[in-house]
């Protein structure tokens, strides 16, 4: 066996290892947030739940502007979720990720009635891992939701000011701006008021931050890439482990065209043939990782909830692939045929990086998008100069096109959700204001310094 066969072995035992370590201290955090005791948490859920009584399910933050839509229903349903995890069927009650809802009731109803009386929990929602319950809980002893999501928000929104400073502190001053711009473009205020919103900003932080400091102590991009791949597969785990199917794409592609830009500006990219060979290791050790932490629970699911479970788990997961959707919000709304599926789930989450209220039609959110596009596209091609590099143009825009793979793959969802998966778009964004930026209405504006730094 040669030197190179037997490093790539390694690597790949190195990789799958650190999966599964990974995976198993996620479920081992969960079963032990389990043990704590059902009325340690009650105080915290009763609170909860007249808050969740008191609100809607769906609310604007401002009046009927749809990028401003928060979720309580998620997290209403965690925290009926999380108080009926029982403390003596630990392990079982955690995978079954069980809740009560009457028939033709809401959550909310379902989450005070169980608080009243003993209620058995009804519905299995079994097909995702619900990592944030191991976080919840222990904070629902001293606190409630509202509590809670001022702690998640807290530390990602530090996060994120951490890293807005490292960027500026590694001269990756345009970069910070367009990150932070990307932010605001995101409605990133709204995640705060939302657990299920937060958990990918403060995944996607995380693995930015540790990013940042893997490129600023490297010494060779062979034991760069070593690291970020490991910090990938990682990433792939505790995005599947923590999320409720929101924007997990974000810890993925923020974190990697922020890589890619820092290596750019540095004057570190080679032949086009080896970038995109890193590229595509990241993004497959990451799927892996993702994929494989949902493979780990739903053999959880069979064993402990038999075959027929499992089933369900499977078909209901299936449903976000090419479920049938309405193109109203309701029932009685006449089903979108498969080309306005395909193409709802683009559009509306395009339009939702704009401020449209009250109504938008998925050709006005098409049409807002591309006339973005065209602008950046046209400042690119007419001020570009000597710093022009197709090869970073070609890795932003490979990266740019995984969350409209993610609208086309999970259409059902993504036609259904766009309030909140249009936030995969960040990635999008970041490269359009950079690309922009530094290829096009920079170099008009005297910012551009000619030096070898550059390389195409």
């Known amino acids: 066996m040669s030197e190179r066969s037997r490093k790539r072995i390694i690597r790949i035992g190195e990789t799958f290892g650190v999966i599964v370590l990974t995976g198993v201290?996620?479920?081992?955090?969960?079963?032990?947030?389990?043990?704590?005791?059902?009325?340690?948490?009650?105080?915290?859920?009763?609170?909860?739940?007249?808050?969740?009584?008191?609100?809607?399910?769906?609310?604007?933050?401002?009046?009927?502007?749809?990028?401003?839509?928060?979720?309580?229903?998620?997290?209403?349903?965690?925290?009926?979720?999380?108080?009926?995890?029982?403390?003596?069927?630990?392990?079982?009650?955690?995978?079954?990720?069980?809740y009560y809802q009457p028939?033709?009731?809401?959550?909310?109803?379902?989450?005070w009635e169980s608080l009243q009386e003993d209620k058995e929990p009804n519905v299995d929602y079994s097909r995702y891992w619900h990592g944030t319950l191991a976080f919840l809980r222990p904070l629902f002893t001293i606190t409630n939701i509202q509590g809670?999501?001022?702690?998640?928000?807290?530390?990602?929104?530090?996060?994120?000011?951490?890293?807005?400073?490292?960027?500026?502190?590694?001269?990756?001053?345009?970069?910070?701006?367009?990150?932070?711009?990307?932010?605001?473009?995101?409605?990133?205020?709204?995640?705060?008021?939302?657990?299920?919103?937060?958990?990918?900003?403060?995944?996607?932080n995380a693995v930015l931050t540790a990013v940042i400091c893997f490129f600023h102590k490297r010494?060779?991009?062979?034991?760069?890439?070593?690291?970020?791949?490991?910090?990938?597969?990682?990433?792939?785990?505790?995005?599947?482990?923590?999320?409720?199917?929101?924007?997990?794409?974000?810890?993925?592609?923020?974190?990697?065209?922020?890589?890619w830009i820092l290596r750019y500006e540095a004057g570190e990219l080679t032949e086009w043939k080896n970038e995109l060979k890193y590229l595509i290791s990241c993004v497959s050790i990451w799927g892996t990782g993702y994929a494989l932490m949902f493979v780990f629970k739903w053999i959880l699911?069979?064993?402990?909830?038999?075959?027929?479970?499992?089933?369900?788990?499977?078909s209901?997961?299936?449903?976000?692939?090419?479920g049938k959707v309405h193109m109203g919000n309701t029932s009685l709304d006449p089903l979108a045929t498969s080309s306005q599926r395909f193409f709802g789930a683009i559009f509306r989450n395009q339009g939702m990086l704009f401020p449209y209220k009250?109504?938008?039609?998925?050709?006005?959110?098409?049409?807002?998008?591309?006339?973005?596009?065209?602008?950046?596209?046209?400042?690119?091609?007419?001020?570009?100069g000597k710093n022009y590099s197709g090869k970073m143009l070609g890795l932003c825009a490979l990266l740019s096109a995984i969350p409209y793979i993610r609208f086309i793959v999970l259409q059902n969802h993504a036609f259904m959700h766009y309030f909140f998966t249009y936030r995969a778009q960040m990635v999008t964004v970041i490269a359009?204001?950079?690309?922009?930026?530094?290829?096009?209405?920079?170099?008009?504006?005297?910012?551009?310094?000619?030096?070898?730094?550059?390389?195409?």
């Open 301 to 314: 699911v069979a064993a402990f909830s038999g075959r027929e479970a499992l089933l369900l788990a499977l």
């Open 316 to 322: 209901s997961a299936g449903e976000r692939f090419v």
């Open 148 to 204: 809670a999501r001022i702690v998640f928000s807290t530390i990602w929104i530090a996060l994120m000011l951490l890293n807005i400073l490292l960027l500026w502190k590694q001269r990756a001053k345009t970069l910070a701006v367009c990150y932070f711009a990307a932010n605001i473009a995101m409605q990133a205020w709204v995640c705060a008021t939302c657990i299920q919103y937060s958990t990918m900003f403060f995944m996607m």
């Open 219 to 259: 010494k060779d991009t062979e034991a760069l890439y070593r690291k970020i791949g490991l910090l990938m597969a990682v990433s792939g785990v505790c995005t599947c482990f923590f999320d409720f199917l929101t924007a997990e794409t974000l810890p993925l592609t923020v974190p990697l065209i922020i890589l």
């Open 432 to 456: 359009l204001l950079y690309c922009t930026w530094e290829f096009g209405l920079g170099n008009i504006l005297g910012k551009k310094k000619q030096g070898a730094k550059r390389r195409r």
């Open 358 to 384: 009250s109504d938008m039609s998925d050709a006005a959110g098409f049409a807002s998008f591309f006339a973005v596009f065209f602008i950046c596209a046209f400042c690119i091609y007419m001020f570009r």
């Open 25 to 98: 201290c996620c479920m081992l955090l969960l079963f032990f947030s389990g043990l704590i005791p059902q009325s340690a948490i009650k105080e915290g859920c009763v609170e909860s739940a007249k808050y969740f009584n008191e609100h809607d399910l769906f609310p604007y933050l401002i009046e009927n502007q749809f990028n401003t839509r928060q979720d309580n229903y998620s997290d209403c349903i965690l925290v009926d979720i999380m108080y009926h995890i029982s403390g003596e069927e630990v392990v079982e009650s955690t995978v079954k990720a069980s």
């Open 103 to 111: 028939e033709m009731e809401n959550v909310n109803t379902g989450l």
